[in-house]
């Protein structure tokens, strides 16, 4: 036995050294971890906030829901007490927020998604740096600030829109929460486990699809790692926070929620927005990825990881609903799923290892045109010609930092329908030609622009027509009411899918000649025909009745 065995034997301290060592190594990557990421989210700020307002050029119709929502709620109304939504408050209200303090509407959406980015970023780098190599956190932190920010709803197009953002807000909490409960660290921390419940009641109160799908995948992800501690901890923090708000909006608040949810439920306008959870798995675009998916839920089972299986399909399937629940926008859990097995690879076998890599880099390709489209939206927004942009809202002193691509908002015009029996939408069938106190409609569709809302609210000026005063559209959009002097209908559904919602504080009924969505419309007059009414306008656009 040589000197130093024999030190080491005497001296307990001796085996203490790598141990220091490992820490030093692992305290100087975090810093570099935190600071790479403290860059790209500055830099990532400077090019949201530089041109001072925010373009879109894509699903407008969105935007005109969105804006009217924030308004409705900067002037002090509240989702489901006092307007028709199946989104939480939480989707709106930090917008709202800082619009009630004097924030224009552009700037307080980008400062936003620029805070929660920073927020949901920081805590995915501290949880994933204890779970995975330095540079796999830094890049599963950084891809949850670009979901987070990104200024386009996905999908591998051209374009920049602020339609969905929620969607973009819940993936991105789920992610960092998901990672806390199916990755063990080696000693988990209190403040993950509070994380965890306060992500799963944030996604309850932005969008109960996410809150449905990805609470039991938590739980059984906390349970199958052994982390009973942290399980309970995150169901008492969520417990805690749904009792505490409870207490300041009272019961009927959860009740009017729950109304509206079942309002979209009933609704024969969209069962469902996929086409079903099997019909997208199977589509061209998921079939691939359900294969590799099985494939490696196989190698880890022949290896002995039956629990990391498991924990893989149930990942896949909860994540394929959210996909078609968000008429099937991008799967981006195919990239969560992708980190996952690149954190499972190196404890297999060799050729399991190098199968696992080899699944993990195809889910990643896979959805890899996707998040190009996110990560490049802030710097395609920032260098796109103002000059060729007017605001969303036209003919309005509001929200002028809202922008539109002239041609979109100034487009305008009408198609008709032909009722072949093939046209579908969201598997209904249109309805045909219908007659409306005895006056024929014709079969036609307007399509949506700010023009068109615009047209009509110059109209009713014009003649002096119901100024100051509450109109019901009959149609799925309603955001009239931001194009003149009308105060938003309370308890209106600003996105209709069929009712009467709010026609009980109307002063004046409205329906357009051609509307904005044929089937929404007709399912509406055939309530309205019971309401009664008189005739105060008829013009080639749109008919006025008082109530």
Known sequence: MDELETIADWNPSMPSQPLRTEKTQFVMESRRAWSILTIVWAAFSMVLLAPGNLVITSHWADALHLVDILDRMSQGQRPHLDFVTPLGELAFSPISDLMAAGVPTGQAFLVVQILMAGGLAAAGLAIAVKRMPWVWALAFACAVMVITLALVHGRPEFSLSINVHYNRWCWALSFVALLAALLQPDKPALWEAVFIGVALAGLALIKITYFVAFLPLAVLGLLVTRQTRVVIIALATGLTIAILLTVLWGMDYWLAYLDDLLYIARSDARPYAGGGV?????????????????????????????????????????GAYVSDQNAGFDPLFLGFEALLLLVWAPKLTDFRRFGLTVISLGLAVAVAPNFFNLATS???????????????????????????????????????????????????????????????????????????FASIAADLEERDLAQGQAIFVADYLSPLWLFGDFPPLVGAAPWSYGGLNGIENADFVLFPVCPNRVSVNRSILRELAEVPMTEVLRTPLYRLYAL
């Open 278 to 318: 099997l019909r997208m798995v199977t589509s061209a675009q998921m079939l691939a990825p359900a294969v590799l998916t099985a494939i490696a839920a196989y190698l880890l089972v022949r290896d002995g990881a039956q629990r990391k299986g498991l924990l893989l399909v149930c990942t896949f399937l909860a």
């Open 378 to 452: 802030p710097v395609r927004a920032a260098l796109a010609d103002r000059s060729g942009f007017v605001p969303l809202v036209i003919g309005s002193s509001h929200h002028q930092d809202v922008l539109l691509e002239r041609g979109a908002a100034l487009s305008g015009g009408q198609y008709f329908v032909v009722d072949d029996g093939q046209r579908e939408f969201f598997g209904q069938r249109p309805a045909g030609p219908v007659e409306f106190l005895n006056e024929a409609l014709p079969d036609c569709q307007s399509m949506v622009s700010p023009r068109y």
